[in-house]
């Protein structure tokens, strides 16, 4: 049987959507694309047995600024391999969302390139804040010494020491009847390249940690495994 040139491509494109299956992802429209975190290229992302914090790691040192709340169970313990080459940002976290079921993510609105990785379901920080006025404070001074977001109240230790130079952003909000999650990523956005991880250590206790996504002069906080 003759197969003509058009039967043969679309056979090709059927054994190779067996493979990668990127058909699902969405091609951000041209208007779209200019300055848009999520049309950029990843050349290359290669992960060998990766835990979802390991494979946040990854986007960070990728430049990607993600900040991450981890799972108390379901994919918590799960590892994957994969291996992707010149692809969009977008592509990228569908295809790794595909392999962790019980996490979402978005990119968050009015917080610049901040992307937040989150559980479907059971998330920390659900809590409403009826009010957050912030005027020319340090990240530290609103999570650490006053404790502006309720964090302590809730169950949160926030695991700042590591840091080479202190985080001398001033930063300016002002919100009304948010969550907490909406709150601490926009004080977070602020601050250039950084982006927060929750965890719960090995002693039961919910972490909050900073890190920088990837810079000449990177910085990141231990993972607090050893908090008391």
């Known amino acids: 049987m003759k197969i003509s040139a058009l039967t ?3 056979i090709c494109l059927v054994i190779a959507g067996s493979f990668c299956e990127l058909s699902r992802c969405e091609v951000p429209q041209e208007k779209d694309m200019k300055n848009d975190i999520l049309s950029k290229e990843v050349t ?20 990607l600024r993600v900040c991450f709340e981890e799972a108390k169970d379901g994919d918590r313990e799960k590892n994957i391999s994969v291996e992707f080459h010149k692809l969009s940002v977008k592509c990228l976290l569908d295809e790794l969302s595909g392999r962790f079921p019980d996490y979402n993510w978005k990119k968050e609105q009015g917080g610049g390139s ?11 920080l659900k809590w409403n804040m009826p009010s957050l006025r912030v005027k020319n404070r340090t990240l530290m001074d609103i999570l650490v010494k006053e404790d502006m977001l309720d964090l302590k109240k809730h169950g949160i230790v926030v695991f700042y020491r590591g840091f080479a130079q202190p985080l001398n952003t001033l930063i300016n909000v002002e919100l009304s009847d948010q969550p907490a999650s909406v709150c601490l990523n926009a004080l977070v956005s602020q601050c250039p390249k ?5 965890f719960t250590n090995p002693q039961g206790k919910n ?3 900073l890190h920088f ?16």
């Open 213 to 228: 996504a990837k810079d000449e002069n990177e910085q990141s906080l231990p993972d607090g495994e050893k908090v008391k």
């Open 8 to 10: 043969e491509l679309a």
């Open 207 to 209: 972490i909050l940690t």
């Open 114 to 124: 901040l992307i937040v990785i989150q559980p479907k379901s059971g998330s920390i």
């Open 194 to 198: 950084l982006c927060w991880t929750i």
């Open 44 to 63: 290359s992302f290669i992960l060998v047995t990766a835990s979802l914090r390991d494979t946040v790691k990854s986007l960070r040192q990728n430049g």
